[in-house]
């Protein structure tokens, strides 16, 4: 079963809250730095969800090169937003508004676990 959270962002409250939604729910995390990190993280650790933060430079790419990945199906994507006027990229399979990603994990967690 795919455990834990990685999470690709530039904002340390985004990187915090998956921090703390990771050590909550006992569940590994890691930081990605770039995209290729991120990736390779993800074909190495199969993930439960990878949070992805709008405002880093290169989200649609990394979602675009996501929907390439094998098992792709098996990790629940969240893209983090900011502006809900603009339309998101296409990809994600969950759009969470900054203030309440924690929260947003927490309640993955536990559907994760039924």
């Known amino acids: 079963m795919n455990t834990g959270f990685v999470v ?12 703390n939604a990771g050590a909550a729910a ?18 190495a650790s199969h ?4 949070i992805i933060d709008r405002e880093y430079g290169e989200a649609d ?8 990945l094998p098992d792709r199906d098996k990790t629940t994507v969240f893209l983090v937003i900011r502006d809900t006027t603009e339309e998101p990229p296409a990809g994600a399979h969950v759009l969470v508004l900054e203030p309440v990603l924690r929260h947003a994990l927490m ?8």
Not at 47 to 50: D, G, S
Not at 107 to 114: G, M, Q, T
């Open 47 to 50: 993930p439960r969800a990878v």
């Open 8 to 19: 690709l962002s530039r904002d340390p409250l985004v990187r915090g809250e998956v921090v």
């Open 26 to 43: 006992s569940q590994l995390y890691l930081v990605a730095r770039d995209t290729d990190e991120l990736l390779t993280t993800i074909t």
């Open 107 to 114: 309640l993955a967690d536990h559907a994760f676990a039924v």
């Open 61 to 68: 790419d990394v979602l675009r090169r996501l929907a390439d």
